[in-house]
């Protein structure tokens, strides 16, 4: 079945750590994106890619950073200049670059500090 | 700045009523308007979208009203069930923009 997929599903980070939130669709889907959902909240726009080699930032950028090196593959790393990297982070594609398409979602990797 | 917002945290419906789920957005000119369903612990599902130029969609059991002169969205759902407990997401594209803006969510539940 096409869908994207979203590793792992809970993840630890320790003080002064990087880690890297995989995710992966299959759907041919041109844009990619990353949201955070704090609890009780709505997502907030983290980076998003239009194409292969290009992404932008989004609402709250700092302390993050994105690759997109494969049409398929749109990895996020949580860098240790974020202060508050506690969350439910979610990774969503859709087919155009104009935004005018829903965007599909994973299921979510959820990120706590040790 | 301009968001998207709702109107109800939470919404408390019998089974077989209708729902309406209510946003209300300040941006007028955002041209793209969509509703998601998130369950807990999953990522949000995409119900419905609207674009600008209508007034209103219909889907499977759901209907979408798009308001531009009060800058207004809302979601109907008919014949409320069990299942369709779970927090609605209005989101808006503005103009120019190439990503969603979502609001915090209505808590939809849908009581025996």
């Known amino acids: 079945d096409g869908g994207i997929t979203q590793s792992p599903k809970y993840l630890f980070r320790k003080e002064g750590q990087n880690v890297t939130l995989s995710c992966e669709q299959n759907?041919?889907?041109?844009?990619m994106y990353w949201y955070r959902q704090d609890p009780g909240q709505g997502l907030r726009l983290i980076y998003y890619s239009q194409i292969v080699n290009d992404f932008q930032k989004g609402d709250i950028a700092e302390g993050y950073s994105v690759s997109r090196e494969k049409k398929e593959s749109f990895p996020l790393t949580v860098t240790s200049a974020q202060k508050n990297p506690t969350a439910f982070y979610l990774c969503?594609?859709?087919?155009?670059?104009?935004?005018?398409?829903?965007?599909?979602f994973g299921d979510g990797t959820r990120l706590s500090i040790l | 700045g301009e968001s998207v917002g709702l109107h109800l945290p939470t919404l408390s419906v019998q089974e077989g009523d209708n729902s309406i789920i209510n946003c209300a957005y300040s941006n007028s000119a955002s041209d793209y308007f969509i509703w998601y369903k998130q369950e807990s612990g999953k990522g949000p599902q995409f119900i419905i979208d609207i674009r600008s130029n209508m007034d209103k969609r219909q889907g499977q059991r759901v209907t979408v009203l798009l308001n531009k002169t009060v800058k207004h969205l809302s979601l109907q759902i008919a014949a409320t069930q069990p299942g369709d407990s779970a927090v609605y997401f209005c989101?808006?594209?503005?103009?120019?923009?190439?990503?969603?803006?979502f609001g915090s969510g209505t808590r939809l539940q849908v009581q025996p």
């Open positions: 989101a808006e594209k503005w103009t120019g923009r190439r990503a969603l803006t």
């Open positions: 759907l041919n889907h041109d844009a």
């Open positions: 969503a594609s859709s087919i155009g670059q104009g935004g005018n398409q829903p965007q599909h």
